[in-house]
C-alpha cells in the first residue's frame, strides 16, 4: 500500500499561469478530499468527492479553483491564473466508505512568482 | 469561528515526561474526533482518535481523553521521546458534514533531551 499519491511535490508557477495538483487515493477507496495548508490559515478543506460524485466544495474559492475525479484512481485540482496568495501545501487525502480514518498525502508545495 | 482550538501553539517537554495536549470544540454534532501527527515536509499522519460515546481511547503510549459535556478533549503523550517531536493536529467530524474534517490550528511538540 503506497498510501496517497500527491504529485508533483513542488510545483513553481509564474502569477497568471494555471497549476494542476494530481492525487491518486489509495486503492479502493471511495471517498477523496483536497486541503489546502497555510502557516496563517492552518489546514482548510477544499472540497470533497464520494464515488467520483463532487459532495461538498464548501471551502473551495469560487473562482479560478476547479477539481474533478474522472475515475476512482485519481484526481485533479486546477488553480486558474495562480496569485501570490494560493502558494501554499495542497494536500488530497482519501477515506474508504464507511470508514472514517482519513489518510493524508505528502503534499503539493505550490509556490507563485 | 474557529470550531476547533488547540489551547497552545507550542509545548515543549523534557525526554520522559508526559506531554499533555487541548482541544476544544463548539459544534455538538460532531462525533468522531481524531488527533494527527505531522513531520515537516510530510502529510499529516492519523495517530489516534476516539468517537463521541467513549471518555477515553489508549493505543500504547498515546491516550485520549474526552469530556463530551465540556466539549473538550486532551491527547496525553506517555514517556515522551525526541522523535516524537511534530505538530499536532485536533481534528472532528460529525454524520451531518460527512467525513469533512474541521481541524484546529496545532500544536507544535518539541521533546527535548
Known amino acids: 500500500n503506497a498510501g496517497v499519491i500527491q504529485t508533483p511535490r513542488h510545483k513553481v508557477t509564474g502569477k497568471g499561469q494555471e497549476a494542476t495538483l494530481w492525487c491518486e487515493p489509495i486503492?479502493?477507496?471511495?471517498?477523496v478530499f483536497w486541503y489546502r495548508q497555510t502557516i496563517v490559515q492552518g489546514l482548510e478543506f477544499l472540497t470533497y468527492f464520494r464515488n467520483q460524485a463532487p459532495i461538498d466544495d464548501s471551502g473551495m474559492p469560487k473562482e479560478r479553483f476547479s477539481a474533478q475525479m474522472p475515475n476512482q484512481s485519481h484526481s485533479t485540482l486546477k488553480i486558474q491564473s495562480t496569485q501570490p496568495q494560493d502558494s501554499a501545501v495542497y494536500l488530497c487525502?482519501?477515506?474508504?466508505?464507511?470508514?472514517?480514518?482519513?489518510?493524508f498525502g505528502k503534499g503539493t508545495r505550490l509556490t507563485v512568482v | 469561528q474557529q470550531q476547533v482550538r488547540q489551547s497552545s501553539q507550542s509545548l515543549t517537554v523534557w525526554e520522559g515526561e508526559t506531554a499533555i495536549l487541548n482541544c476544544s470544540y463548539e459544534n455538538s454534532a460532531f462525533d468522531y474526533f481524531p488527533w494527527y501527527q505531522q513531520f515537516p515536509g510530510e502529510g499529516p499522519a492519523l495517530l489516534i482518535a476516539i468517537r463521541s460515546v467513549s471518555d477515553k481511547k489508549e493505543d500504547g503510549r498515546f491516550t485520549i481523553f474526552f469530556n463530551k459535556r465540556e466539549k473538550n478533549l486532551s491527547l496525553h503523550i506517555k514517556d515522551s521521546q525526541p522523535g516524537d517531536s511534530a505538530t499536532y493536529f485536533c481534528?472532528?467530524?460529525?454524520?451531518?458534514?460527512?467525513?469533512?474534517?474541521?481541524f484546529g490550528q496545532g500544536t507544535i511538540l518539541k521533546v527535548y533531551l
Open positions: 486503492s479502493g477507496h471511495s471517498a
Open positions: 481534528a472532528a467530524s460529525g454524520a451531518s458534514s460527512g467525513q469533512k474534517l474541521v
Open positions: 487525502a482519501s477515506s474508504s466508505s464507511g470508514n472514517t480514518e482519513v489518510f
